[in-house]
T-cell receptor
Framework: GAGVSQTPSNKVTEKGKYVELRCDPI?????LYWYRQSLGQGPEFLIY????????DSGLPNDRFFAVRPEGSVSTLKIQRTERGDSAVYLC??????????????FGPGTRLTVL | DQQVKQNSPSLSVQEGRISILNCDYT??????FLWYKKYPAEGPTFLIS?????DKNEDGRFTVFLNKSAKHLSLHIVPSQPGDSAVYFC?????????????FGKGTLLTVNP
């Protein structure tokens, strides 16, 4: 497909478990972003990759959250020891990653994570 | 502290009329503003944007106005159509090297009644 895809679309897990959320960006987009959207809120920035490296991970809430993008394409967001407060929709976006200028981000449909 | 504020959680308009969605921001370093539209169970979809060097940008039925001195922007939809019913998010970022991090408002649910 031409858009950003995310799997799974829904994930239900128990408190304390480990989860992985996957994002496939638009082909050719060098920049990739993770956001988290809680109920009634707008998306909140988590982490930004330019190529394989995390250029800014200042939005990750704590060290239970980690993300990788080993080959500069697919990215995985990993959450250890999940807590009920982690329940949210996790959104991935990608963009051309142009240096300077405007940089519209294209979002995937999100993964709805529910921690019981 | 909300840096991007959408003070109206919802807005209802009649088909064919104008919809005006408002957004205020507090961070004077923001230089680029975007509107996203979101349907249920889908990700946000980019709609229109404006940089701080402009005060208006138009794309078909959608126009965004920026008042930099008031730190205020608005999205006008004319004429409104039932298919425009969605949540609209205002977002802001820096320009150039700091353009990657979008800060979103909480969104406004627009309902266009036939």
């Amino acid at each position: 497909g031409a858009g950003v895809s995310q799997t799974p679309s829904n994930k239900v897990t128990e408190k304390g478990k480990y989860v992985e959320l996957r994002c496939d960006p638009i082909s050719g987009h060098t920049a990739l972003y993770w956001y988290r959207q809680s109920l009634g809120q707008g998306p909140e920035f988590l982490i930004y990759f330019q190529g394989t490296g995390a250029a800014d991970d200042s939005g990750l809430p704590n060290d239970r959250f980690f993300a990788v993008r080993p080959e500069g394409s697919v990215s995985t967001l990993k959450i250890q020891r999940t807590e009920r407060g982690d329940s949210a929709v996790y959104l991935c976006a990608s963009s051309l990653g142009l240096a300077g200028g405007a940089n519209e981000q294209f979002f995937g449909p999100g993964t709805r994570l529910t921690v019981l | 502290d909300q840096q991007v504020k959408q003070n109206s959680p919802s807005l209802s308009v009649q088909e064919g009329r104008i919809s005006i969605l408002n957004c205020d921001y507090t961070n004077s370093m923001f230089d680029y503003f975007l509107w996203y539209k979101k349907y249920p169970a889908e990700g946000p979809t980019f709609l229109i944007s404006i940089s701080s060097i402009k005060d208006k940008n138009e794309d078909g039925r959608f126009t965004v106005f920026l008042n930099k001195s008031a730190k205020h922007l608005s999205l006008h939809i004319v004429p409104s159509q039932p298919g425009d019913s969605a949540v609209y998010f205002c977002a802001a970022s820096g320009y150039g090297g700091s353009n990657y991090k979008l800060t979103f408002g909480k969104g406004t649910l627009l309902t266009v009644n036939p």
